[in-house]
């Protein structure tokens, strides 16, 4: 079947980490490569999950590739104007986009109600008292929409909250996008049987990959983290001027790009 990555011509892309036949040293992969300063917790979240993304899809496929702090412009009018997607890994069966929650030793839970958004919470491990947290599956969820737009139809374009440390508990019911590192092995599986079945979204050949790979890129452009983390602390400056400032005072306008 063709599809419409494979109708048009590849071309070169950025040097990404990638996997193929030979075996990778998934460690220094994930060492590998650069982040900002000041998220030492999400860093080490970020690069234990690109390890165990690695050990887990490699068996499954002959080529993938995994990227990490991919950003993307986000529709006019959005709140921030970019978008950041933690890790996006690339093979034959599409693009898998991860979500990932530096929780350690602690429960997971929801509370849901008919009249309202869910409500999720962290406790930690012997521990009575629980904090409220933004709602990850959501997060994930609105960026993956606005992705999947700009992205050809006949590619799938799936999200996961990925929560990499040991010691996390989820408990009650809790969307199948949000997993563990256990669930990773089975996730792999589906996505190849899914390839390999679902005439929707076929399989990619080198070529599609290739031009899966420049199309991000692409649309990340010489956006970096940086850019997104300054449109983030905007976002909650602009938010606090507006909470402080009196009735009636003039709105200053939608965030843009930096």
């Keep these: 079947m063709t599809t419409a ?7 070169p892309v950025l040097t990404l980490a990638s996997h193929g036949h030979k075996k990778t040293d998934v460690v220094a992969l994930a060492r590998g490569i650069c ?3 000041g998220e030492q917790e ?3 979240a970020t690069a234990l999950a690109m390890q165990q993304l690695a050990a887990a899809f490699q ?3 002959s080529r993938m590739h995994i990227l990490r702090d991919l950003v993307i412009p986000m529709y006019e009018g959005s709140a921030v104007p970019t978008a950041r997607f933690d890790v996006a890994l690339v093979c034959q069966a599409g693009v898998y986009l991860f ?3 530096g929780w350690r030793n602690a429960v997971v839970y929801r509370k849901t109600s008919t009249h309202t958004v869910p ?3 962290l406790r930690q491990h012997g521990h009575s008292l629980a904090r409220e947290v933004k709602d990850p599956a959501w997060q994930c969820g609105r960026k993956t929409t606005h992705l999947r737009s700009l992205m050809p139809a006949d590619l799938r374009v799936q ?25 990773l092995p089975y996730i792999a599986r589906v996505a190849r049987n899914n390839g390999r079945s679902e005439q929707g979204y076929p399989m990619l050949d080198n070529a599609a990959i290739d ?5 991000l890129t692409d649309l990340q452009g010489e956006l970096t983290v940086d850019d997104h983390m300054r449109n983030c602390r905007d976002r909650s400056t602009h938010a606090a001027k507006i909470a402080r400032a009196p009735i009636g005072a003039a709105h200053p306008g939608p965030l843009k790009l930096q």
């Design 5 to 11: 990555l494979h109708k048009v011509p590849a071309r």
């Design 35 to 37: 982040a900002p300063g």
């Design 42 to 44: 999400t860093n080490a």
């Design 59 to 61: 068996p499954a496929f």
């Design 99 to 101: 979500e990932v929650k």
């Design 119 to 121: 409500r999720w919470f």
């Design 159 to 183: 999200y996961f909250v990925l929560l990499p440390f040991e010691g996390v508990e989820l408990e009650g019911v809790m969307p199948t996008v949000v997993i563990t590192p256990q669930d």
């Design 211 to 215: 031009r899966t790979l420049q199309l």
